[in-house]
């Protein structure tokens, strides 16, 4: 079955230092991975895919097929970064979106 | 374009009375989402619409929910005899849908937040 783990529930960093994320994810074909993030009063968007291999906002995310992990990245934390995230799997082009649980990620000055 | 639009914004509503929520997706989006989403509990999954495929309606956590989308456009969430484990907010989504819909990007509305006195 489908499951996509966000161990942290809350993840408290300083302005300044490095984020990790974490996701991990259960599926046994070929998986499209995504990060959707919350910031506070707007709505849940698009973070970035796997697929178009980019950096936005300064995050990053490589799929690890052989740890089975999708761990989102950013070397230096802005105060601005400070949002919910989701980590968020598609399997086969039938099958429905999962999302994981969500991080809250506290930027702390 | 307009983008996925919600209504109400909020709801208060007392225990045992019927509620529904409206989700108007973005035009030509063939896949549409509801979700709920609470503290500690994430985003949860409740239904998804395909085009003219049966719902999956897996996510529903009780009988006394519902959904339908209509002329494959809006839909309403139902949610009868409500209870105060009931209060969250609910998002709507849609996607263009390609093949299947599973890969597209999710476009999400503002929300309801239903609170059940």
């Known amino acids: 079955a489908q499951r996509v783990t966000q161990p942290e529930k809350l993840l408290s960093v300083f302005k300044g230092a490095p984020v990790e994320l974490k996701c991990n994810y259960s599926?046994?074909?070929?998986?499209?991975l995504f990060w959707y993030v919350q910031y506070s009063r707007q709505r849940l968007q698009l973070l970035l895919r796997?697929?178009s291999r980019e950096s936005i906002k300064g995050f990053t995310a490589d799929l690890n097929k052989g740890e089975t992990s999708f761990h989102l990245k950013k070397p230096f934390a802005q105060e601005e970064d400070s949002a919910m995230y989701y980590c968020?799997?598609?399997?086969?082009?039938?099958?429905?979106?999962?999302f994981g649980k969500g991080t809250r990620l506290h930027i702390l000055p | 374009g307009a983008g996925v639009s919600q209504s109400p914004s909020n709801k208060v509503t007392e225990k045992g009375k019927d509620v529904e929520l409206r989700c108007d997706p973005i035009?030509?989006?063939?896949?549409l989402y509801w979700y709920r989403q609470s503290l500690g509990q994430g985003l949860e999954f409740l239904i998804y619409?395909?085009?003219?495929?049966?719902?999956?309606k897996s996510g529903l956590p009780s009988d006394r929910f519902s959904a339908e989308r209509t002329g494959g456009s809006v839909s309403t969430l139902t949610i009868q005899r409500t209870q105060q484990e009931d209060s969250a907010v609910y998002l709507c989504?849609?996607?263009?849908?390609?093949?299947?819909?599973?890969?597209?990007?999710?476009?999400f509305g503002p929300g309801t937040r239903l609170t059940v006195l």
């Open positions: 989504a849609s996607s263009l849908g390609l093949a299947g819909g599973g890969g597209d990007t999710q476009y």
């Open positions: 599926y046994s074909g070929s998986p499209e």
């Open positions: 796997h697929i």
């Open positions: 968020a799997l598609s399997g086969s082009r039938d099958d429905k979106i999962i």
């Open positions: 035009s030509g989006h063939t896949a």
């Open positions: 619409f395909q085009g003219n495929s049966a719902p999956d």
